[in-house]
């Protein structure tokens, strides 16, 4: 029996498995008419083809909404400005874009007047939170329906069968069917031999960004990215947009085996998921700022931002890019990341990324200060340490004469 609550809605789609089922069940299950919305954020080759796809499958009407720029610049710099990963290794390269291709999904319900928005999301995944949080951000009014939540499909090979019994075409097949996210930040890889950890991943099989650092070209590439208040700039003199910049960076990266992570991670609904995460560029940017830092940051300031970067990395991950405390953790990175600016020479070689050297307008480094010698006395003279170290250690020599009766 069809539920005939809603005459129009917009799918979140991206023409995998999931979403390409969903079309032909929101038609059986609702007799609705089916608005496809695609929001690029990177993942260009995936997009190819989608327009015919879905409309053939049974969407009236496919939007393809370029976010790609607006992305790198607005969610990923932002993140990467504020040193931000999850579980100290996940770059947030699917928890950055969920809220921004939310966001342009409501943008299209609303122009079409549709009733109900639609998401392919698992019900054990992260995903469906952080969509929905984007959702109800925008449209708190809205209905959203999650087929995974209702549907009477239990495994990703029934969501074959079904492809199969309704003709829609795959890219995958049943030794393929690995869960994939692709944007302009990351590759992620997960489900069936990866669900087991034990097993070591087969790289020639999976990786679509990057090379095995094992089988990387055997020569050094050298790099100079540039930083203006914390956010990459420029590459090798050349100025770039945030996206083309990235663009780039994974490309280089790719071809020298870099940003390849194999990480199990406690997901928001409770449980202990393993991916296989390819992040060539944003592996070469986290690492340059970092570097970047060392020498532009005071001592308060890179550890407080250490500190609220976890803070920032959970909020992320957890679906949380619009709250108010988000918000405040984005304009503390602005603040404390004004005076980081430079340029970091990196070395690139079967998968490590080599410091070649470091300089910055701003550099609180001083080598007269960090020398041997004898330099900057007016400054630091050796005899100073006398009474700061008599003082620093004041509360353990009194302790030690109180309880130890010396």
């Known amino acids: 029996?069809?539920?005939?609550?809603?005459?129009?809605?917009?799918?979140?789609?991206?023409?995998?498995?999931?979403?390409?089922?969903?079309?032909?069940?929101?038609?059986?299950?609702?007799?609705?008419?089916?608005?496809?919305v695609v929001g690029n954020v990177g993942q260009t080759k995936e997009i190819e083809g989608l327009e015919e796809k879905a409309i053939k499958t049974g969407a009236s009407k496919i939007y393809i909404v370029d976010l790609v720029e607006e992305y790198v610049k607005d969610f990923v710099f932002p993140t990467l400005k504020m040193g931000a990963k999850y579980e100290k290794n996940y770059l947030l390269g699917t928890a950055t874009a969920r809220p921004i291709?939310?966001?342009?999904?409501?943008?299209?319900?609303k122009k079409e007047n549709c009733d109900a928005i639609?998401?392919?999301?698992?019900?054990?995944?992260?995903?469906?939170?952080?969509?929905?949080?984007?959702?109800?951000?925008?449209?708190?009014?809205?209905?959203?329906?999650?087929?995974w939540r209702t549907w009477d499909i239990k495994s990703r090979e029934e969501e074959i069968d079904y492809a199969e019994a309704h003709n829609i075409p795959l890219k995958i097949s049943r030794e393929t069917n690995y869960s994939k996210d692709l944007n302009i930040m990351h590759l992620s890889h997960e489900g069936l031999d990866l669900e087991n950890p034990g097993n070591y991943p087969d790289f020639d099989k999976i990786l679509e960004l990057s090379v095995s650092p094992m089988k990387a070209k055997d020569e050094v590439c050298n790099l100079e990215i540039e930083f203006e208040s914390g956010e990459p700039v420029a590459v090798?003199?050349?100025?770039?947009?945030?996206?083309?910049?990235?663009?780039?960076?994974?490309?280089?990266?790719?071809?020298?085996?870099?940003?390849?992570?194999?990480?199990?991670?406690?997901?928001?609904?409770?449980?202990?998921?393993?991916?296989?995460?390819?992040?060539?560029?944003?592996?070469?940017?986290?690492k340059a700022l970092e570097i970047l830092e060392s020498i532009t940051l005071d001592k308060d300031s890179a550890h407080l931002k250490d500190y609220l970067a976890i803070k920032f990395g959970e909020l992320v991950y957890d679906g949380k890019w619009y709250s108010s405390s988000l918000k405040g953790l984005l304009a503390f990175a602005g603040e404390v990341c004004k005076d980081v600016s430079g340029i970091v020479k990196l070395k690139l070689y079967k998968g490590n990324i080599i410091p070649a050297g470091v300089t910055s307008k701003n550099s609180l480094y001083s080598e007269d200060l960090a020398s041997f010698g004898d330099g900057a006395e007016s400054l630091y003279s050796h005899?100073?340490?006398?009474?700061?170290?008599?003082?620093?250690?004041?509360?353990?020599?009194?302790?030690a004469k109180v309880n130890k009766g010396v």
């Open 1 to 36: 029996m069809k539920n005939n609550n809603y005459k129009k809605v917009a799918l979140a789609y991206s023409g995998g498995l999931d979403t390409s089922i969903i079309i032909p069940w929101l038609k059986e299950n609702y007799g609705c008419e089916v608005i496809a």
């Open 118 to 147: 639609c998401h392919g999301c698992t019900g054990k995944g992260n995903d469906q939170i952080r969509f929905e949080m984007g959702i109800k951000h925008f449209a708190p009014d809205m209905p959203i329906i999650a087929p």
């Open 383 to 399: 005899k100073d340490a006398d009474g700061f170290i008599n003082l620093y250690s004041l509360s353990t020599l009194v302790d």
């Open 101 to 109: 291709i939310a966001k342009a999904l409501v943008n299209i319900a």
């Open 236 to 286: 090798n003199g050349e100025k770039m947009s945030p996206a083309n910049l990235l663009k780039y960076l994974n490309e280089v990266g790719g071809e020298n085996g870099i940003g390849i992570d194999d990480i199990v991670e406690n997901r928001l609904v409770g449980m202990k998921s393993r991916g296989v995460y390819e992040n060539p560029g944003g592996a070469i940017l986290y």
